[in-house]
C-alpha cells in the first residue's frame, strides 16, 4: 500500500511539474493577432524602430529646413513631434529592456504611434526630399508591425 501511495504521489507531482514548466515556456511566447512573438523576436523590431526613427529625425530636419516652412512656427511644432517620437522610441526600449513580458510595453508602443501619427499626416500633406519620404515609409512600416504585434491601430488611423 505504501508502495502504490508513493508511486501515486510521485506521478501527481512530475505531473504538477510538467504543468509547472508549460506555463513558463508559454509565458515566453505571447500570441497577438494570431500570431506568437518571443521576446527577442519583438526586440528584434524594437531596435529597427529605434534606429530607423534615429536616422529619420536627421533627415526631417534638413528637409524641413530647406521647406518653405524653415523658420516658421509649424516647423517648430514638427520638428518637436520628430524628437518627441525619437524620445518615445528611446523610452520604448528602456522599458522594453526592463521588463521581462514584451507585452507589457503596449503603452509605450501605442505613444510611438500616437506621435507617429502626426508626422504621417505631414509626410502625406508635404513633399520632402526622397531619402526623407524613403526613410519615413521604413519607420511606418516599422511601426506598423509593432502595432500589428501589440494589436494596436497602424500609424495615421483615426484612433490617433
Request: proline share 0%; no cysteine; hydrophobic share 25%.
Given at each position: 500500500m505504501n508502495k502504490m501511495l508513493l508511486k501515486s504521489m510521485t506521478v501527481f507531482f512530475a505531473l504538477t511539474a510538467l504543468l509547472f514548466l508549460n506555463e513558463g515556456v508559454s509565458a515566453q511566447r505571447k500570441e497577438a493577432r494570431g500570431k506568437k512573438y518571443t521576446k527577442a523576436q519583438v526586440e528584434r523590431v524594437v531596435n529597427r524602430v529605434e534606429e530607423r526613427v534615429d536616422n529619420f529625425v536627421k533627415h526631417y530636419d534638413k528637409s524641413l529646413d530647406r521647406s518653405s516652412l524653415n523658420g516658421t512656427e509649424r516647423e517648430d511644432w514638427l520638428m518637436k513631434r520628430a524628437k518627441d517620437l525619437e524620445s518615445a522610441t528611446?523610452?520604448?526600449?528602456?522599458?522594453?529592456?526592463?521588463?521581462?513580458?514584451?507585452?507589457?510595453?503596449?503603452?509605450?508602443?501605442?505613444?510611438c504611434l500616437n506621435i507617429a501619427s502626426d508626422i504621417d499626416k505631414n509626410m502625406k500633406n508635404r513633399r520632402y526630399s526622397r531619402d526623407t519620404e524613403n526613410i519615413w515609409v521604413r519607420v511606418r512600416y516599422e511601426l506598423n508591425t509593432l502595432a500589428d504585434i501589440y494589436n494596436l491601430p497602424k500609424v495615421g488611423s483615426a484612433a490617433y
Open positions: 528611446d523610452e520604448l526600449r528602456r522599458e522594453f529592456d526592463r521588463n521581462d513580458d514584451w507585452f507589457e510595453n503596449k503603452a509605450e508602443v501605442r505613444r
